[in-house]
């Protein structure tokens, strides 16, 4: 009987894998009776891992959004990572490579770095430095000729921060390429203000 419950159990699983990834409502559940038992260590061990799958799941889904790799340009798998240890907020990056030439695209959202951002955008008179359209909205462009390298700034809403750098380019136009594949209007959507 008990085999039986457990091959139907994983059979659903098979079927139907939302239910094997929801683990959220539980982990809220096992925090809520843990607290309402004056256990706080579980509880808050239950809402660091309920947490870290909700940012695992947006994560997975800004992901999407992000530029694709220039032509012939080599993409490294997406990484996300919580950035609680910097004041909030949720990062999803990915680098691309060409040769010598590096890429680090990175998408932050909710964390005091959006305001840092804005307020560098706002003062775009900075040596090297030039205002761009990307999809319609202000960013800035910072190159070094000298040094082959930049980076490309856009803050599309309050809780978001677009940003490529790039290490050893042949110029600037590389940046200004890759920011323009970045899907705004999913990032929006996904992403209300």
């Given at each position: 009987m008990?085999?039986?419950?457990?091959?139907?159990?994983?059979a659903?699983?098979?079927?139907?894998?939302?239910?094997?990834a929801?683990?959220?409502?539980?982990?809220?559940?096992?925090?809520?009776?843990?607290?309402?038992k004056g256990?706080?260590?579980?509880?808050?061990?239950?809402?660091?891992?309920?947490?870290?799958?909700l940012q695992?799941?947006?994560?997975?889904?800004?992901?999407?959004?992000?530029?694709?790799?220039?032509?012939?340009?080599?993409?490294?798998?997406?990484?996300?990572?919580?950035?609680?240890g910097?004041?909030?907020?949720?990062?999803?990056?990915?680098?691309?490579?060409?040769?010598?030439?590096?890429?680090?695209?990175?998408?932050?959202?909710?964390?005091?770095?959006v305001?840092?951002?804005?307020?560098?955008?706002?003062?775009?008179?900075?040596?090297?430095?030039r205002?761009?359209?990307?999809?319609?909205?202000?960013?800035?462009?910072?190159?070094?000729?000298?040094?082959?390298n930049?980076?490309?700034?856009?803050?599309p809403?309050?809780?978001?921060?677009?940003?490529?750098?790039g290490?050893n380019?042949?110029?600037?136009?590389?940046?200004?390429?890759?920011?323009?594949?970045?899907?705004?209007?999913?990032?929006?959507?996904?992403l209300?203000?």
């Amino acid at each position: 009987m008990r085999r039986a419950a457990l091959l139907l159990g994983l059979a659903a699983l098979w079927v139907c894998p939302a239910l094997a990834a929801d683990t959220v409502p539980v982990r809220l559940d096992a925090a809520r009776a843990a607290h309402a038992k004056g256990d706080l260590a579980r509880a808050a061990i239950e809402l660091e891992a309920a947490v870290a799958e909700l940012q695992s799941r947006l994560g997975k889904m800004l992901g999407d959004f992000l530029p694709p790799p220039p032509t012939g340009w080599q993409a490294e798998p997406v990484e996300i990572q919580s950035l609680s240890g910097s004041g909030g907020g949720l990062a999803v990056t990915r680098a691309y490579a060409r040769d010598d030439n590096t890429l680090n695209v990175s998408l932050i959202i909710d964390s005091p770095a959006v305001a840092a951002a804005a307020a560098q955008l706002a003062n775009s008179a900075q040596p090297n430095t030039r205002k761009v359209k990307v999809g319609g909205e202000d960013a800035v462009l910072r190159w070094d000729s000298q040094g082959r390298n930049g980076e490309v700034l856009l803050v599309p809403g309050p809780r978001i921060l677009l940003q490529i750098e790039g290490d050893n380019l042949g110029s600037a136009d590389v940046l200004s390429e890759a920011a323009k594949g970045w899907n705004l209007a999913g990032i929006k959507k996904a992403l209300p203000q």
